[in-house]
């Protein structure tokens, strides 16, 4: 599944540093605004214990990890819906990915300049939620008088004209577009506008060193938290330092480094499952002798579209598929004792996948 979030914030909050640790590359992170002009993408493993579990009993050749695609977009600024800061760029950018990641600063450091001169992270998430929900609201004025000409004599204009009066009269209170409820056909209609306030948020809350012991010390983090509570929006806490350190070292390394700061896994993990899961994505398996491999997919698909996640002629071809669950294989250790124990099941074309199961796909082209 080729979904992407983006990584967004005002400048110097840790973006890029970030998005270092994330791809393993070096992208410039200067302690200036504008650092970051053009975006950057990159692809980052999904670390998943489940494989190295299925490895441990199977032991095929290789294990393959589905992976994640990351934005770094540049730091936006007061005034980026009216093209600040080479905002209508920056804007465009966030157009193009399906989740905003909004980091925000939640630590002191002199030597780190903050564009406002102050740390006040609930602040700093308000200047760009208004950002964006201004750049939504001139998208709706600019659609909106043309088609309500039509909205009496045409039955899609109309249904377009009442979904722009409702996104309108939200931003206009300055709440997003995404607390609106769409049916199927209303969403049809929303897609094609791109709206920047529909896409799912959460806020990362960029901390600094001192504070992974005890994050709930952290005043400015204890803001974002209640912010995110008030309306509805997920946090998660990272360290953008320390995860650029430990992308330097080795697995062994990395988790003995994480473990003697009495950190459970890494910020980064945390951040890719909970990107993971405000898009609605999910795992599932094929497993062999010659490999195994993880898969994105959307939740709710059924199995043939789930086989053209791997080829378009498997989801073609389409005959059953024959699943068994994570968990099955680890209580009975192997497909024969799942064989044995009934637990091998052949699925048809409207089973609906769930997250960690194993398949073998059985089509003709």
Known sequence: MALTAGIVGLPNVGKSTLFNAITKSQVEAANYPFATIAPNVGVVKVNDKRLDDIQALVNSKKVIPTTFEFTDIAGLVKGASKGEGLGNQFLSNIREVDAILHVVRCFDDDDITHVHGTIDPVADIEIIDIELMLADLQSVDNRIGKVERKSTVDKDAKAEFELLKRCKAVLEENKPIRILSFDEAEEKIARTFHFLTSKPVIYVANLDEASLVDPESNKYYQAVKAYGAQNGTRVIWICA??????SSL????????????????SGLD???????????????????PQEIRAWTYLNGMKAPECAGVIHTDFQKGFIRAETYSFDDLMKYKSEQGIKEAGRLRLEGKEYIVQDGDIMHFRFNV
């Open 241 to 246: 330092k320390v995860e650029e350190d430990l």
């Open 250 to 265: 080795e697995n062994e390394e990395r988790d003995m480094f994480l473990h003697e700061m009495g950190v459970a896994e």
């Open 270 to 288: 945390v951040l890719v499952r909970n990107s993971y899961d405000i898009l609605n994505l999910r795992t599932f398996f094929t497993v062999g």
